[in-house]
């Protein structure tokens, strides 16, 4: 099977502008998560998606925001971008969500430059 | 303080040391993951669990679910080892919001 994709893989973008990271889940899974790396605050979960419907939300401003289709495809995005959203933005699959915990399986990421 | 704590951030080891990793939370969880990630960002699922103890390979995980501590241990340390570990738990204290709160991750270093 193939594994979790995400594109691009790296950005480039200037403040204020608006971004938007795509992310193909493996097979079958039906729930996709993003996170977001900085090295002064880590890993920090976003929002999960399952069935087309936001599920779970972490602590981030409105400016961020994700969407999933049929397919479970998912996409997020981020409108009037700040320096301080320059990370690796994660993206993980796994094939079910609730308070049963699934493995999760990541993708490579997108690294995002805000200059 | 934070929800998950990792200890120790940065860990030097010689090939063949027996390496553990420690990893203490304080909220009510599901399941605990430990996580290895190499530079370059790929972050791969060691482990998945909720009681008991796993074992892949060299690598042994555990969980004490009464004290909410976990640890990894790695026997037999090689180079290929070294990448940064980082325990996760699925929190599951705040009603129906389940997500994955992160530590900060050990970076292990295995020298030759």
């Known amino acids: 099977k193939a594994g979790v994709t995400q594109t691009p893989r790296y950005l480039i973008k200037t403040r204020g502008q608006q971004v938007t990271l795509s992310c193909s889940p493996i097979s079958g899974h039906r729930s996709v998560s993003w996170y977001q790396q900085t090295p002064g605050q880590g890993l920090q979960f976003l929002f999960e998606y399952f069935s087309e419907t936001q599920r779970n939300k972490g602590n981030f401003p409105g400016r961020f925001s994700g969407r999933q289709f049929s397919n479970s495809r998912s996409e997020m995005n981020v409108s009037t971008l700040e320096l301080g959203d320059s990370a690796l933005y994660l993206c993980?699959?796994?094939?079910?969500?609730?308070?049963?915990?699934?493995?999760?399986?990541f993708g490579p990421g997108t690294r995002l430059t805000v200059t | 303080k934070n929800e998950v704590e990792q200890s120790p951030q940065n860990l030097t080891a010689q090939e063949g040391e027996f390496i553990t990793i420690n990893c203490s939370y304080s909220v009510g969880i599901s399941a605990l993951h430990w996580l290895q990630q190499h530079p370059g960002g790929g972050i791969v699922s060691l482990f998945m669990?909720?009681?008991g103890k796993k074992k892949h390979g060299r690598l042994i995980a555990t969980i004490n679910i009464q004290e909410k501590h976990s640890s990894l241990h790695i026997t037999a340390s090689h180079p290929r080892d070294s990448a940064v570990y980082i325990c996760?738990?699925?929190?599951?204290?705040?009603?129906?919001?389940?997500?994955?709160?992160f530590g900060k991750g050990t970076l292990l270093t295995v020298n030759p």
């Open positions: 669990l909720s009681s």
């Open positions: 993980a699959s796994s094939l079910g969500t609730g308070p049963v915990s699934y493995e999760q399986y």
């Open positions: 996760a738990v699925r929190d599951n204290s705040g009603g129906s919001n389940y997500k994955l709160t």
